[in-house]
T-cell receptor, first 116, second 111 residues
């Protein structure tokens, strides 16, 4: 168990640029989640995958955000035409699914995005 | 929609003091309840959970009891250590839905 890894750890970009983040989940986990966290707040759900299928996307997520999980392994989150309001910590989590309602999420350390 | 409310921090305690972090929730149905902890420089990790009313979750000396009548899941520890300094997040999940996290409570334990 090597844990969930995210890359990069930090990203600084200028407004209007596109950015892409990568998440490598724990290998046997079939579920993968993306969350966004701002200072002083808890993680906010963005989207999640069951294997390669994107099953749910938050209504808060604008069309500038897109996520993929080809072959049900790693995932990428792309933000197009970044805005200053996109500055946040982007968290990835994986799990092996729901067991009696007590699904356990394993989180990565996150990618801190700063949009100047 | 579902929501979680936590006591505001930061909470500052001396080593060996008793800890309570309050958590209340609003949800339909019978959600599972969780406490996640984030140590400095690390990702969130599950501390404990309870999946039905009156269940008690426990781990590393921390405990929380699922109280459906008061819609609460307060976190307690009898004697905190400096190493417990972290941010604690209360969360819920209804079956088939996504996790909803509270805003987090920062705990600082002084030697």
């Amino acid at each position: 168990d090597t844990g969930v890894s995210q890359d990069p750890r930090h990203k600084i970009t200028k407004r209007g640029q596109n950015v892409t983040f990568r998440c490598d989940p724990i290998s046997e986990h079939n579920r993968l989640y993306w969350y966004r966290q701002t200072l002083g707040q808890g993680p906010e759900f963005l989207t999640y995958f069951q294997n390669e299928a994107q099953l749910e996307k938050s209504r808060l997520l604008s069309d500038r955000f897109s996520a993929e999980r080809p072959k049900g392994s790693f995932s990428t989150l792309e933000i197009q035409r970044t805005e200053q309001g996109d500055s946040a910590m982007y968290l990835c989590a994986s799990s092996s699914g729901e067991i009696g309602g007590g699904e356990k999420l394993f989180f990565g350390s996150g990618t801190q995005l700063s949009v100047l | 929609g579902d929501s979680v409310t936590q006591m505001e921090g930061p909470v500052t305690l001396s080593e060996e003091a008793f800890l309570t972090i309050n958590c209340t929730y609003t949800a339909t149905g019978y959600p599972s309840l969780f406490w996640y902890v984030q140590y400095p420089g690390e990702g969130l990790q599950l501390l404990l959970k309870a999946t039905k009313a009156d269940d008690k979750g426990s781990n590393k000396g921390f405990e929380a009891t699922y109280r459906k009548e008061t819609t609460s899941f307060h976190l307690e520890k009898g004697s905190v250590q400096v190493s417990d300094s972290a941010v604690y997040f209360c969360a819920l999940r209804n079956y088939g839905q996504n996790f909803v996290f509270g805003p987090g409570t920062r705990l600082s334990v002084l030697p």
